[in-house]
């Protein structure tokens, strides 16, 4: 089955800083993975997704993600942090097992941002 | 455009009582997705349809659920002799397509609780 690993619960960064929110992939076949965002009693939104081609993969809101085989990671990124990034976020990884589309997702990171 | 609704957005119920939740997804999108969120924990699949039929149930955690989608649009999902343990956040999502590397949009998800 596939699967994803998000390492730290929580990533705390200062305002201005770059910030890293980890994430290892297990998959059979090619992966196709994603990050969402999660705010308070709101549901998840999506923030860019790697399907294939270029490893750095560029999205909503100034992140981007660093895709890499051979570490089988897919660590999301970006260069300067603002308070308001604040938030749950996911990692998840597409599942094809049993013919359906479901997304596998890991147990996500609660980043801080602090001023 | 409207993005994916659920009602309601929270729902308290007692052990045992019958309970429907409701998903209206994004127009001209074909499969719609059910997720269950505990506290702490990522989205865990539970059904999948593409179009009116479950394409993928595996999720589902026993024969107390169920989820319909008649016309291929709204969807149910309907939880019988409900348990605490069913305690949680229901999202629903939406995708243009089933297959390939179409994300998916959620919607901000109903919040069930079981005394």
């Known amino acids: 089955a596939q699967s994803v690993a998000q390492p730290e619960d929580q990533v705390n960064v200062a305002e201005g800083n770059p910030l890293t929110v980890k994430c290892t992939y297990s998959?059979?076949?090619?992966?196709?993975l994603f990050w969402y965002v999660q705010y308070p009693n709101r549901g998840l939104q999506f923030l860019l997704k790697?399907?294939?081609?270029?490893?750095l993969v560029k999205g909503s809101y100034g992140f981007e993600a660093e895709f890499n085989k051979s570490q089988t990671s897919f660590h999301l990124k970006k260069p300067s942090a603002l308070v308001s990034d604040s938030a749950l976020y996911f990692c998840?990884?597409?599942?094809?097992?049993?013919?359906?589309?479901?997304?596998?997702f890991g147990t996500g990171t609660q980043l801080k941002v602090e001023l | 455009g409207a993005g994916v609704s659920q009602t309601p957005s929270n729902k308290v119920t007692e052990k045992g009582k019958y309970v429907e939740l409701r998903c209206d997804p994004i127009?001209?999108?074909?499969?719609l997705y059910w997720y269950r969120q505990s506290l702490g924990q990522g989205p865990e699949f539970l059904i999948y349809?593409?179009?009116?039929?479950?394409?993928?149930d595996s999720g589902l955690p026993n024969d107390r659920f169920f989820a319909v989608r008649p016309e291929g649009s709204v969807s149910t999902l309907k939880i019988q002799r409900t348990e605490r343990g069913d305690s949680a956040v229901y999202l629903c999502?939406?995708?243009?397509?089933?297959?390939?590397?179409?994300?998916?949009?959620f919607g901000p998800g109903t919040r069930l609780t079981v005394l």
């Open positions: 998959v059979s076949g090619n992966p196709y």
């Open positions: 349809f593409q179009g009116t039929g479950a394409a993928d």
């Open positions: 127009s001209g999108h074909t499969a």
């Open positions: 998840a990884v597409r599942d094809f097992t049993g013919g359906g589309n479901k997304l596998t």
């Open positions: 999502a939406s995708s243009l397509a089933a297959g390939g590397p179409a994300e998916q949009f």
């Open positions: 790697y399907i294939t081609g270029d490893n």
